[in-house]
């Protein structure tokens, strides 16, 4: 998506007054809304963004937002939040300032109008700031909240000088990240050391439409893997020929189906795989499998009423299910599934995670990562943090790591039911989180973990649900400490990323397509997710690996 770039002024200088103590309190009052589309998400959205980024200041504490939320319902009235009511909220809670206002977005253009009232003399410091659309959101957001802790905080106090006998040489901040070898001007794999990736790089025709997931299987024995490429109501088989993306068929949907996830395993042991498309019909799991028969692509063993996908366990790769229903998304017990006949089974409980997965975690949202001693759980919250979980002494996982950074990121969303996704609000998203990828990729006997990093637009991680993504990446990480099977000092530390490409990762794998022997990274990236882009399109991209 073009990006627009935002026009932020402030029409007032903070008076001396403000200048903050040391723990001063601010309440920032719930956010109006003025727009003509449902918005109910940014209204939510803006303490947050500006809590967090206000609170950043080192003699700033933020009151809880469920506290002043409280407190701003009891003194609305006829929908505002008046002067007066903004000064009684913040005697009530003790705050010694209160930040409220109003967005308005109308089509491609958005204003903010701020207010920050000092609770003690009443006195108000008006703020206000523009810019294009939806998508300038965060940016006003960002701007408000820097310009109100420059002015409000502080001057620093001066550096003493350091003499000759006194001074002490400090590292250059560039001395303090991972060394990194010299790229060639085209590599496409930013990387601390050698990993084996090779310069080349490939790129598929642009195809119309938005392509969700993807997967490779060599269904028909002709010894070259071929491309499923997952739909919401078809898919598109495909080969890759002479450095040319072929299509070979494209499967539609019998029906009001919806896809939604896509995985190639061999569930009956005769040594060919099968393609397992995940589905949903009204609301309820509706499943088929790719097979080759009659000299064709067949959609076989329709009405599969599973959630499916392949998981590790221990050395094994198996295919597991879980259910899905409407009132609750997916939930359940994991299960390990087989072919039977012309059905799939029930055949146990999934030991690698039994009894069950933490919180609110379902089958897309985690992978296992084998440890020395026991199994490491890597899964990605709602907020799309990685976050590890061990088993405790009764044998349930217990979380002993959070990272710093934000993974993840899909536009795979889940219709419940008979109309189309609802708009954006109070209504609850159910999403489908992707792609983990573990291997041990650099021969060391230690798994790493490979995860996609989409970068939002609009309100980005803020928003309930993000509606577009500007640029991914993919990322690989390992487990330091993982000889230890999750020890408190075990931390995720980054080996090597790929450069930034624009639109939305929509999945990837690793994979050996030829069957020569070498690996490639294949990309399925969507372009015009944006409100203003424009016609979707998708294309593969791909690096190929000399691991």
């Known amino acids: 998506m073009k990006k627009i770039s935002l026009i932020v002024c402030l029409l007032a200088i903070i008076p001396p007054s403000y200048a903050f103590s040391a723990g001063a309190k601010i309440a920032i009052l719930p956010w109006k809304v003025n727009s003509a589309e449902n918005l109910d998400y940014v209204k939510d959205a803006m303490p947050d963004m500006l809590s967090s980024r206000v609170g950043a200041g080192a003699s700033v504490e933020v009151l809880r937002s469920d506290v002043v939320k409280d407190a701003a319902e009891a003194e609305r009235k006829s929908g505002e939040i008046t002067e007066a009511a903004a000064a009684s909220i913040g005697r009530k809670l003790k705050a010694d300032y209160v930040l409220y206002g109003s967005l308005t977005v109308f089509g491609a253009a958005a204003s903010l109008d701020a207010k920050f009232l000092n609770v003690k003399d009443g006195t108000v410091t008006p703020f206000f700031a523009k810019g294009a659309g939806i998508d300038s959101v965060i940016g006003m957001a960002d701007k408000l909240s820097a310009d109100l802790l420059s002015a409000l905080s502080?001057?620093?106090?001066?550096?003493?000088?350091?003499?000759?006998?006194?001074?002490?040489?400090?590292?250059?901040?560039?001395?303090?990240?991972?060394?990194?070898?010299?790229?060639?001007?085209?590599?496409?794999?930013?990387?601390?050391?050698?990993?084996?990736?090779?310069?080349?790089?490939?790129?598929?025709?642009?195809?119309?439409?938005?392509?969700?997931?993807?997967?490779?299987?060599?269904?028909?024995?002709?010894?070259?893997?071929?491309?499923?490429?997952?739909?919401?109501?078809?898919?598109?088989?495909?080969?890759?020929?002479?450095?040319?993306?072929?299509?070979?068929?494209?499967?539609?949907?019998?029906?009001?189906?919806?896809?939604?996830?896509?995985?190639?395993?061999?569930?009956?042991?005769?040594?060919?795989?099968?393609?397992?498309?995940?589905?949903?019909r009204r609301g309820q799991p509706s499943g088929f499998a790719i097979e080759f028969k009659d000299n064709g692509f067949k959609a076989t063993q329709a009405g599969i009423k599973w959630a499916m996908r392949t998981a590790h366990a221990g050395k094994d790769i198996v295919l597991i299910g879980q259910k899905f229903r409407k009132s609750d998304g997916f939930y359940g017990a994991l299960r390990l599934l087989k072919k039977q006949g012309a059905e799939i089974v029930d055949a146990g409980p999934f030991e690698a995670v039994s009894p069950g997965l933490p919180g609110r975690l379902n089958l897309y949202r985690f992978e296992v990562i084998r440890g020395a001693k026991d199994n490491i759980l890597a899964a990605l919250d709602d907020r799309e943090y990685l976050r590890l979980y061990k088993k405790d002494a009764d044998g349930k996982w217990e979380q002993f790591y959070k990272s710093m950074d934000f993974y993840g990121g899909t536009l795979d969303m889940v219709n419940t039911g008979d109309e189309d996704l609802p708009a954006l609000g109070d209504q609850e998203f159910f999403t489908v989180a992707g792609r983990f990828f573990v291997d041990d990729l650099n021969n060391d006997g230690k798994q790493e973990l490979v995860i996609k990093r989409n970068i939002p637009g609009g309100l980005g991680r803020y928003a309930k649900v993000a509606r577009s993504f500007t640029s991914g990446a993919i990322v690989n990480l390992s487990l330091e400490g993982i000889d230890d099977a999750g020890s408190e000092a075990s931390i995720l530390s980054e080996n090597w990323r790929t450069k930034e490409v624009s639109g939305y990762i929509a999945d990837f794998f690793i994979d050996d397509l030829a069957g020569d022997g070498r690996r490639q990274m294949f990309m399925l990236i969507v372009e015009g997710t944006g409100a203003f882009a424009g016609n979707i399109k998708s294309y593969i991209l791909l690096n190929k690996m000399a691991l």
């Open 154 to 280: 502080p001057a620093p106090a001066q550096k003493p000088v350091l003499t000759p006998s006194t001074e002490k040489t400090l590292p250059s901040p560039e001395l303090l990240k991972p060394a990194q070898t010299p790229m060639e001007e085209n590599s496409f794999i930013i990387k601390p050391k050698d990993t084996g990736f090779q310069k080349a790089l490939w790129m598929s025709q642009r195809m119309s439409g938005e392509f969700i997931a993807m997967a490779a299987a060599d269904i028909d024995k002709d010894g070259t893997k071929e491309l499923f490429l997952l739909k919401n109501s078809s898919v598109v088989i495909a080969r890759l020929t002479n450095g040319k993306l072929d299509v070979v068929n494209e499967l539609a949907n019998d029906g009001p189906d919806q896809n939604i996830a896509i995985t190639a395993f061999d569930a009956d042991g005769d040594g060919v795989p099968e393609v397992y498309v995940s589905a949903l």
